[in-house]
């Protein structure tokens, strides 16, 4: 067995529908903008302990993602915003760090440097963008190797911004291990890890693609009867702390075929996919890091690789679930989950897409 059947719920029945798809956007929107006050409260899913009442501020499970996600469905005309954020997002960046423990200032998702990438894409200034420039190149050799915190991320960043990153890009070249992977410095450990947000997809998508990627992920794949998944490291699917089968966009066959279809060989790519399928919407929400919503972007990331409208009519599916995990979330607690890789308006961009017929995920 390639995914653990009872992390997975059997996907909905419901018809794609348009325009209650465009409604679920608009609620979603709606709840956050009512629940913010200078920022938005950690939803209890995401809370450690210690957490409960604070408002985070940085792109993965706060504020500057929230103002991203708003921002971004504004702009292609899905709802019109009754808060100017700019303020909110200066002000964050005068606020004490949400991870003072973890060297936070330079990371793209739990530091300064995404703050201010939302800041300039709201606001542009000289000023911000040279801030930006120092973030990024002090990052530059950030023995992590991995996107959330290190190098990859602000590759990704100054790639956005026009900036030169071919330090970066080179160093980071340089520290590939002879068995072709990275190596992870994270929270105290040393570990190789394969998915997007800690490990190798996420290198390789900053890196562009590696001429070898495919090599790699073949030899660490697990393949049965055509249906592929990938452990977070290398060894057996079972492995670590919690021994499931992770099968979402951060460990796993989802977040390898929506990182890096376009580097993946034909086989390796449709087994993922078909894997995604089979397992069916994730128990843990409609989220994108490890929801429906994410797990959906490998539809879409095969749908432009191959122009089957299969992949749509599969990634529409998983939309009309996590739309209705969403709303099933927010009764259950009496509020929305406002970040944006853990929460609905990720969901909500990942709705948007649908409607598109494409898109990708939000990285960086």
Not at 194 to 204: E, I, K, Q, S, T
């Amino acid at each position: 067995m390639l995914f653990e059947p009872e992390l997975h719920e059997t996907v909905t029945e419901v018809p794609w529908n348009a325009t209650a798809v465009r409604s679920a956007i608009a609620s979603i929107v709606d709840d956050a903008e009512s629940a913010f006050d200078d920022g938005w409260l950690v939803h209890p899913a995401d809370a450690d302990e210690g957490d409960d009442g604070k408002r985070f501020r940085t792109v993965y499970l706060g504020g500057a993602g929230v103002v991203a996600a708003l921002h971004r469905l504004a702009q292609e005309g899905h709802v019109e915003l009754r808060h100017d954020y700019v303020p909110y997002l200066e002000r964050s960046l005068e606020a004490a760090p949400d991870f003072p423990d973890d060297d936070p200032e330079r990371s793209l998702w739990m530091g300064e440097t995404g703050i201010r990438l939302v800041l300039q894409r709201l606001a542009p200034s000289a000023s911000n963008l040279e801030r930006l420039a120092e973030l990024i190149s002090a990052n530059e050799r950030d023995v992590r190797c991995e996107l959330m915190w290190g190098s990859p991320g602000t590759i990704l960043a100054g790639r956005e911004l026009g900036l030169d990153v071919t330090a970066s890009i080179e160093w980071l070249r340089a520290q590939r291990d002879v068995n072709g992977l990275w190596t992870q410095q994270l929270y105290g450990q040393t570990s190789q890890l394969l998915g997007p947000a800690h490990g190798f997809a996420g290198v390789a998508l900053a890196l562009g693609g590696l001429g070898d990627l495919s090599v790699t992920l073949r030899r660490l794949a697990v393949e049965e009867h055509g249906l592929v998944n990938w452990p977070p490291g290398p060894g057996p699917l079972r492995q670590g702390g919690t021994p499931q089968i992770r099968t979402q966009w951060c460990h796993g066959a989802p977040g390898m075929v929506a990182t890096l279809a376009p580097w993946l060989d034909d086989d390796l790519a449709l087994g993922a996919g078909e894997l995604t399928w089979r397992a069916g919407p994730l128990r843990k929400g409609a989220n994108l890091c490890h929801g429906t919503a994410g797990n959906g972007y490998a539809f879409l990331a095969l749908l432009e690789q191959t122009g089957d409208e299969r992949w749509l009519s599969r990634a529409r599916r998983f939309a009309m679930h996590a739309a209705a995990q969403v709303m099933e979330a927010r009764t259950r607690h009496g509020h929305g989950r406002h970040s944006l890789w853990t929460g609905d308006p990720g969901t909500a961009l990942y709705l948007a897409d649908c409607l598109a017929g494409a898109g990708r995920l939000p990285l960086p």
